[in-house]
């Protein structure tokens, strides 16, 4: 196990593509992972589990079938189990998402953005 600190700075800069999540760390069976975002993801939903995220550069929303909910530097929001929602930013922001091991970030829905493998950065 490494004692290493992390530079979450340091690992942004090292991301290339927009809505392709790299992991940083692992938590018991919890992985933190940073993604930069631009534009419209695909509505999905996880059925087993919640879904954090923390922005830490930049601002988001989160649209839900309910409304939604607009997110900002230093600013978090859980998404419930089985709640559809669509993650969107205007401008580049950067994120950090924290969600148990193995989650598939398109959950149900599939297509181009999903990532099935485990990437670490």
């Not at 992390?6 to 760390?25: D, V």
């Not at 018991?28 to 919640?50: P, R």
């Not at 969600?99 to 181009?112: F, H, L, Y």
């Amino acid at each position: 196990m490494k004692n290493d600190k992390i530079n979450i700075n340091e690992k942004f800069s090292k991301l290339k593509k927009h809505w392709s999540p790299r992991i940083i760390a692992e938590m018991n069976d919890y992985q933190f992972k940073i993604a930069k975002i631009k534009g419209e993801f695909v509505w999905h939903n996880h059925k087993d589990t919640d879904e954090t995220f923390i922005v830490i550069e930049g601002q988001m929303s989160i649209k839900l079938r309910e409304g939604e909910v607009k997110l900002s530097e230093g600013e978090m929001f859980i998404v419930p189990q089985g709640m559809d929602h669509k993650p969107c930013a205007e401008k580049e922001c950067k994120i950090l998402v924290i969600e148990p091991r193995g989650v598939v970030n398109t959950g149900d829905a599939g297509g181009k953005y999903t990532i099935t493998e485990e990437l670490w950065i």
